[in-house]
């Protein structure tokens, strides 16, 4: 079947290096960029230089902070981030958790409610939405990016596909000791559920974390604005200095690293999963 | 996703069927869903609903004139005074090519460490990881790599593999080149998901099918076409849909790198929608861009449960 083992080895080799090469080159074309002068970033584009830098400094990383309020970018998105996961896996698991496992009416009509919305992308609603919240005057804070995002049909779904498929038994001699509904559920339920909210916390934080469009319509003020927007207008802000925009991605992608490092796991299985990624 | 036919009928749905009830588990229910359903309902089909609504609308950002009903004419205009047609367009094409080449990529990736490798771990890291980068931040990257001159790190590429013969040029100032520079950043940072959705797949097979197949003397490339794709269906039928939609969604790279530029070559659907409804504060003409999107969208699903249905059939 393998006639020659070696060479077939090596040519996978060859091949897997020659990608590596296409994917790590613009991760280590900006890495190199942040740490080099700004007048040096484009004239050495051109060159090895690019990628293997004879100075070295972090000149930049100050200038971000200097620039542009990058301490308020990142604390944006961190509160919004945060108020998006925390309560998107409370309310997304207490719908799911009532859509597996309890017995009520109305339960048929919501779980197709839930996977009819599914088809909806946000895309779709975000001018609307815009008008309607506009309307009522609710613009420009932390909560009008976050609170929106908090109902998730597809974690709600995630976490419906999971309560199914986790053993009973636990829940009902919970039950026949007289624990009710929620009880059972937060002290049940939740501490074996653990891969469940795990995963659907990965996928909407990748999600949300990149989130462009929304903030772009709905604030005006930088105090309130999360990093995607803080980068599209550095990029644009003069002088323009690629050595700084290089150092500001830097640092805006070190909190998503750091979390893809420890839980790569999860971020490739949650990921896989849905495929809700732009 | 196999597996789940098999876990809705080995457990009864609802409540234990065979045990009396002591208490009505419906107020507990209520209580838990209700600030989910009130999120869906507020966010997402309230602003649905609008969408339909207002595209029959003369609704503008700031304008003096009345509320009005104006029928089908945000359609019949959008498709012929904006950009929508030539977006569309540029959508399809994008899809044309970023869902095939993504495919074939992730596929290639895929099939490349789905062997015992040193170092695969390590390999399928590096190929994943664009995939958690923030797509504004990809684009601005991008956009330094597509830089005009010699001196830009694209065309410096170019010109070394071409030994100088290659005309350095302004992709994303260049009709032609614009478009192909966003799908060529698009693939960059979507192909690992291509490729752990495939990976995944392929670890799947049962190893026996390739051990039979290589008993019957069937080569690596008749096992390839016979057991590998085949078993691949439903993985491939995922990315491929999935790819396709969100190759009309494209909007953050678009709106970065090029502003759907030059002369509308690299506009798209949602890039035309917002310039529309937010930039030019046409709400009601944005309204109705918004319905065509869903529409498309919704074919698009409507193919894959009929592709994924035909399966069950078979089976």
Known sequence: MNRWPRLRAALAYALLLAFTLLFVAPVLFMLVGSLKPDELVLAEAGTLRAFFPDTISLDNYRAVFERVPFGLYLASSLIINGLIVGLGLLVNAFAGYALARLRWWGREAMLALVLAVLVIPFEAIAIPLFYQLSWIGWRDDWLVQAIPFVANPLAIFLFYSFFLGLPRELEEAARVDGAGVLRTFFVIVVPNAKAAFASVAIVLFLFHWGMYLWPLLMTTSEAVRPLPLGIANFHTLPPLQWGDIMAFGVLMVLPVLILFVVFQRWFVRGVASTGIKG | ?315
């Open chain 2, 1 to 315: 996703m196999r597996d789940e036919g098999i876990v809705r009928e080995r457990i009864p749905r609802g409540a234990p069927v065979n045990r009396p009830m002591r208490y009505s588990q419906a107020p507990a229910a209520w209580l838990l869903m209700t600030p989910a359903l009130a999120g869906l309902l507020l966010f997402l089909l309230l602003p649905f609903g609008l969408a339909v609504v207002l595209s029959f609308s003369n609704l503008r950002m700031g304008s003096p004139l009345p509320l009005e009903f104006v029928g089908l004419a945000n359609y019949t205009l959008a498709f012929t005074d904006t950009g929508l047609t030539r977006a569309l367009l540029n959508n399809l094409l994008f899809a044309l090519v970023v869902v095939p080449v993504q495919t074939a990529l992730g596929l290639a990736l895929a099939l490349l460490l789905n062997r015992p490798l040193a170092g695969r771990a390590v390999f399928r890291t590096l190929f994943f990881l664009p995939v958690v980068f923030p797509l504004s931040l990809v684009a601005v990257v991008w956009v330094l790599i597509f830089a005009p001159g010699p001196d830009g790190l694209l065309n410096a590429a170019l010109g070394l593999l071409t030994f100088g013969g290659w005309e350095p040029r302004d992709f994303l100032n260049d009709p032609f080149w614009a478009l192909p520079a966003v799908m060529l950043t698009s693939i960059w940072q979507g192909v690992g998901f291509q490729m752990v959705v495939l990976l995944a797949g392929l670890q799947a097979i049962p190893r026996q099918l390739y051990e039979a197949a290589a008993v019957d003397g069937a080569s690596r490339w008749r096992q390839f076409l016979h057991v590998t794709l085949p078993g691949l269906r439903n993985p491939l039928i995922f990315v491929v849909i999935v790819t396709t939609i969100l190759s009309f969604r494209v909007f953050d790279q678009v709106r970065i790198m090029t502003r759907g530029g030059p002369q509308d070559a690299s506009n798209t659907v949602i890039h035309e929608m917002v310039r529309t409804a937010f930039d030019q504060g046409h709400v009601a003409m944005g309204a109705a861009m918004s319905v065509v999107f869903f529409l498309v969208i919704l074919g698009i699903a409507l193919v894959q449960r009929r592709l994924l249905r035909q399966r069950g059939e078979v089976s």
